[in-house]
């Protein structure tokens, strides 16, 4: 099993960034592709990123490109989630998810590990 905590969550003006991290605990990392997923105040959990640490490769969801990131530091089992000109429809609590695999998935309910979240809030 996995432990995941994320962190980097905040309060943003419209326009700025804000670097999420979600670190891995307790198995290696490298098996699992993770996710980046966010739920907004009376929505349904939706994908934003993911990254397959056996495939090298990343997806993201259709309305954070190019604005979002994600990169990995290896020596930490950490992927962050870099995000870039944030807009007040980005405003939600934004999850960390793993699951064992090499493809990666866009629907939550294939993650069996989840973090707490993190709430980002986009306002001026």
């Known amino acids: 099993q996995v432990q995941l905590v994320e962190s980097g969550g905040g309060l943003v003006q419209p326009g700025g960034s804000l670097r999420l991290s979600c670190a891995a605990s307790?198995?290696?990392?490298?098996?699992?592709?993770v996710g980046w997923f966010r739920q907004a105040p009376g929505k349904e959990r939706e994908f934003v990123a993911a990254?397959?640490?056996?495939?090298?490769?990343?997806d993201y969801a259709d309305f954070v490109k190019p604005r979002f990131t994600i990169s990995i530091d290896s020596a930490k089992a950490t992927v962050y989630l870099q995000m870039n000109s944030l807009k007040p429809e980005d405003t939600a609590v934004y999850y960390c998810?793993?699951?064992?695999?090499?493809?990666?998935?866009?629907?939550?309910?294939?993650?069996?590990?989840w973090g707490q979240g993190t709430q980002v809030t986009v306002s001026s």
């Open positions: 307790g198995r290696t990392i490298r098996p699992y592709t």
């Open positions: 998810a793993a699951r064992l695999s090499i493809a990666i998935l866009t629907t939550p309910s294939r993650y069996p590990y």
């Open positions: 990254f397959s640490w056996t495939g090298g490769n990343a």
